[in-house]
């Protein structure tokens, strides 16, 4: 039995290149799109969908590996000062006004969030009502009072019979 397996020829590997492999997944999903155009069950075509993406995921990592060797992934035209702008990302910097008040809200706006500045938080950014014209003839009349007493107490005070 040893020698009958040592006698045969192992088959020949079959080697497929990045080009083929792109061709072959195309005509798949071209195969997929027209199943999906034809195919009036959802659940039917999901499960045959599924399935046919099963079975290509071997070959599908072998592509990305090839594809990654090859330098066909999109990285090969990274060279220099363009390619370290593009994957270095900048920092921002917080330049805070110095002022008191300004200084004491906006320590808030930062973490760590306790209890009491997501409390603080969420009253600042809740919708505030403005009051409407419905009040306006109460203020109206609350000047008006305010204004008629300021006028008396002059005239009192030009007639000379102020009363303190």
Do not use: W
Request: proline share 4%; aromatic share 10%.
């Amino acid at each position: 039995m040893l020698k009958e397996e040592e006698e045969l020829p192992s088959p020949e590997t079959k080697r497929f290149t990045t080009k083929e492999l792109e061709e072959s997944f195309a005509l798949a999903e071209e195969l997929l799109v027209n199943f999906e155009a034809q195919n009036s069950n959802v659940a039917r075509y999901n499960k045959v969908e599924r399935g046919i993406s099963d079975a290509l995921r071997c070959n599908k990592e072998m592509y990305e590996e090839k594809k990654i060797k090859s330098g066909k992934n999109g990285m090969g035209a990274y060279h220099g000062k363009a390619s370290y702008d593009s994957f270095t990302h900048r920092k921002s910097c917080l330049i805070r006004n110095y002022n008191k008040i300004a200084d004491a809200i906006g320590k808030k706006r930062y973490p760590p969030y306790s209890e009491s500045k997501i409390k603080f938080l969420s009253k600042m950014l809740r919708e505030q009502s403005i009051p409407g014209l419905k009040y306006v003839p109460y203020l109206f009349m609350f000047g008006l009072g305010v204004a008629s007493v300021l006028i008396i107490k002059e005239i009192a005070k030009a007639a000379g019979t102020e009363d303190d």
